[in-house]
RNA sequence: UAGGGCGUAGCCAAGCGGUAAGGCAGCGGCCUUUGGAGCCGUGAUCGGAGGUUCGAAUCCUCCCGCCCUAACCA
């Protein structure tokens, strides 16, 4: 029995549901529902185990978070628990930056995994066991067939004019050795005697079944290469299929949740267990999560990381968790977006203005409000005394009282962004123009006057007067103005950097290429854009690596690892929301 | 082609025979010392065709489309 009862039935129609952090009622999805049908039947005692079993080939990203969340939260729902364990069979293409890459990112989601951290590798010898028990009842065997006679006898597929044929497959010639034989053989192997890729053992199951996967897999291939973890202990390794289901039996596993690619693979996991009579645990698919504007698979991610088209694998662009960290994205808005896009078989492509619209909400709610001008244009206040600064109350966050507030310098020679300045403004824009009066945050209302402009015309500098009776942002007179703009005083600016990222890809769908085309076509040119002239209220000045600020009416930004004392450097995490953006788009389209 | 899956609004996704939840995006409006946030309003007959039934997105049949596998990768 289960003490806590998460899950319940709904008293009018049946249905499943169970209560998120907020106390709604949120329906269960087809794994849960599983889960709890096991549990009302007594299956493994009542027990709740899950795994997450990442290959060491690359850093992990949001397409693993939606997988890693799902097991940590089944486990956690249920009262069960939750390991995590390193499938590294292949050590050609692992290695310890990525083992220590993921486990610092699953930590950073907020997952715990107590003291259960595996590495299939731990079984290589209870595996090997396993394999020699196969042998010996006659359920597997050593083959000398190359990787190409091996294909070509399990039915490799044939193309006859516009129809393509699976043609049975043809046993090996090596099928019928003797147990005596193969083990020998075997022993051979793991001993070193035989050159990589000579030879393998092959469970004998059916060459003629309609899965290609029941057609004699391979259980080891002999590679002699070093692994990260057992050194040059092995000569042969075992794959996935032989590895994965025993794994997740020795650890006691009762789901296993995979994606739907290896759907065609549970009747081998199922077979392996079952021969070998041990634990089995319940194989269970779901769709992985796709993204619009990126791409989500670790052998693309790492061909833009070699080709030079981001700076590693954490390049704040990148769709992997440490490059959303370095970007400024929240654990807390990775978990909620995960926890809203769904868990089914049916193949998606979430909007990435999702997962934007679950980080502006976390940040929103968290982030302190600065005043940063990232294209300054310089004002004076002609009537405001020259060499006087004063202290101005400003609020940390509207969102959070307990933020409070800080003062913000003024004086009489301030900036202002540059786009926030129309010489001759179109209809619907109400910010800053000649005559206009808007209003400084927190500080006054001012009125532009003058436009100073360069030999080339370019604006450079504005004069206006301010109403000192506005102090603060309001009018005692009671009158309005249409805009409010962000502000920093020039003579207590401090200079910053700002990277202005962008989605890395133009296409919706990167993959999806014209013929002769390449799916780096699409990539975007202008996914970063780098600002040397930024200038931040001083409260900027102690800014650490990690920390998010909103700069009010620009965006979030991110305080980056390359920034010196006195040098800041901030990534955009992602805009405000900017409706007049939108009205300015629709203008130019007419 | 074989085998395995999937198909509910632009994008996710509830629904499990009783007459289409919710979220994102979009659009319109209210409010506003961030054109931010917030608030209100706004869209579908369920891939198609038949059938069963008083009644079908939900059951049956056929058809169509898309995805996966055909690695000594995972």
Redesign the pocket.
């Known amino acids: 029995m289960v003490k806590k009862k998460p899950h319940s039935e709904n008293a009018d129609?049946?249905?499943?549901h169970s209560a998120d952090d907020a106390g709604k009622v949120a329906?269960?999805?087809?794994i849960r529902?599983i889960v709890i049908e096991d549990l009302a039947v007594g299956k493994n005692d009542g027990r709740v185990h899950t795994r997450w079993?990442p290959?060491p080939n690359g850093y992990i990203h949001i397409g693993h978070a939606k997988t890693v969340l799902l097991n940590c939260w089944i486990a956690q729902e249920f009262g069960g628990k939750f390991n995590l364990r390193f499938?590294d069979?292949?050590p050609e293409?692992e290695s310890v930056e990525y083992v220590e890459s993921i486990i610092e990112d699953v930590r950073w989601l907020g997952i715990d995994w107590e003291d259960r951290l595996f590495y299939a590798s731990d079984y290589f010898e209870q595996l090997y066991q396993w394999a020699e028990e196969l042998i010996r009842s006659g359920d597997a065997y050593i083959c000398d067939?190359?990787?190409e006679e091996?294909?070509e006898r399990?039915?490799?597929?044939i193309r006859e004019g516009d129809?393509?044929?699976?043609p049975p497959g043809k046993e090996s010639p090596h099928r019928d050795r003797s147990v005596e034989e193969n083990l020998d053989l075997f022993r051979r192997m793991r001993a070193g005697e035989f050159p990589d890729?000579?030879?393998?053992l092959r469970a004998k199951i059916d060459m003629t079944h309609?899965?290609?996967?029941m057609r004699d897999p391979?259980m080891y291939?002999?590679?002699r290469t070093t692994h990260h973890r057992t050194g040059g202990e092995w000569s042969i390794?075992p794959?996935?299929?032989w590895t994965?289901g025993q794994s997740d039996s020795i650890e006691g596993i009762t789901h296993s949740i995979c994606t739907?690619?290896?759907?065609?693979?549970r009747p081998l996991y199922d077979w392996y267990l079952d021969r070998l009579g041990i634990h089995h645990p319940q194989q269970i698919e779901l769709?992985r999560l796709n993204l619009?504007y990126t791409v989500l698979s670790k052998r693309k991610l790492l061909q833009l990381v070699e080709k030079g088209c981001v700076g590693n694998w954490n390049d704040p662009r990148m769709p992997t968790i440490a490059g959303l960290r370095r970007r400024g994205y929240t654990p807390e808005a990775i978990r909620d977006f995960v926890g809203?896009?769904?868990?089914?078989?049916?193949?998606?492509?979430?909007?990435i203005?999702?997962l934007e619209?679950c980080l502006?909400?976390d940040l929103?709610r968290s982030a302190p409000?600065v005043m940063g001008v990232l294209d300054p244009l310089k004002v004076v206040i002609t009537n405001y005394p020259e060499g006087r600064t004063e202290e101005l109350d400003a609020i940390n966050?509207?969102?959070d009282e307990r933020a409070g507030t800080r003062q913000v310098p003024f004086s009489d020679v301030l900036y202002i962004e540059r786009e926030d300045f129309c010489e001759d403004p179109p209809k619907?824009?109400?910010?800053l123009s000649p005559g206009r009066e808007v209003?400084l945050?927190?500080a006054y209302f001012i009125t532009c006057t003058d436009v100073i402009k360069d030999s080339t015309g370019k604006i450079i500098e504005l004069r206006c007067t301010y109403d000192e009776a506005t102090r603060?942002?309001?009018s005692p007179d009671g009158r309005k103005v249409k805009?409010?703009l962000h502000w920093v005083s020039a003579a207590h600016a401090i200079d910053a950097a700002v990277r202005l990222y962008d989605r890395l890809f133009t296409q919706e769908n990167p993959l999806d290429v014209a013929e002769g085309g390449d799916w780096l076509d699409s990539l975007n040119p202008n996914s970063l854009q780098t600002l040397t002239n930024c200038k931040l209220e001083p409260s900027l000045g102690g800014a650490k690596p990690g920390e998010i600020y909103?700069f009010?009416?620009k965006g979030y930004f991110c305080v980056d690892p390359d920034s010196k004392d006195g040098q800041p450097v901030f990534n955009r995490t992602v805009t405000?929301?900017?409706?007049?953006a939108?009205?300015k788009q629709?203008h130019e389209k007419r």
Do not use: C
Request: proline share 5%; no cysteine; glycine share 8%.
């Open positions: 129609g049946g249905t499943l329906p269960v999805d087809f529902r079993p290959e499938d069979t292949n293409k067939l190359s990787p091996i294909s399990r039915g490799k597929a129809m393509v044929i699976t890729g000579a030879r393998t309609p899965n290609l996967n391979v291939r002999i590679l390794y794959t996935y299929d994965h739907l690619e290896f759907e065609n693979h769709a619009s809203r896009i769904g868990v089914t078989k049916a193949e998606s492509t979430v909007d203005a999702l619209h502006r909400q929103n409000r966050n509207p969102e619907r824009f109400y910010r209003r945050r927190y603060g942002g309001d805009a409010t909103q009010e009416r405000l929301r900017d409706t007049w939108k009205i629709k």
